[in-house]
């Protein structure tokens, strides 16, 4: 069985542009999620669900994996779930964790304590 974490990451934030790849604390905001994630060494993969190219290279430089989110789940009411079964539809899981990179202060302790 293999585990997911799925960071969903769209472009179009109304409030704040580019905020998956805007600095905090000298990394872009979605690298924090990226790099928590792989010190928990609780997935077999990390996937970054995006429509935007600037978030993919980020994500990419990081080591993970970038699936490339269709339109119609980029809208700004677009759901998690949608996202997750897009997901799940091209790498087939049974255990998946969305990780919101809007919360780069979660720790790889709270996602193993999560996962457990």
Not at 100 to 115: E, G, K, M
């Amino acid at each position: 069985m293999i585990s997911l974490g799925v960071i969903p990451a769209r472009s179009g934030s109304e409030r704040l542009p580019s905020k998956n790849t805007i600095d905090l604390g000298g990394k872009p905001l979605i690298a924090w999620t990226i790099m928590a994630a792989q010190e928990s060494a609780m997935f077999d993969r990390l996937i970054v669900s995006t429509d935007d190219h600037g978030t993919a290279a980020v994500a990419t430089s990081y080591g993970c994996e970038v699936l490339e989110r269709p339109k119609e789940l980029a809208q700004p009411d677009s759901d998690s779930l949608s996202v997750l079964l897009h997901v799940e539809s091209k790498f087939h899981s049974n255990r998946i964790c969305l990780l919101q990179p809007t919360s780069p202060f979660r720790r790889p302790s709270d996602i193993v304590n999560c996962c457990k």
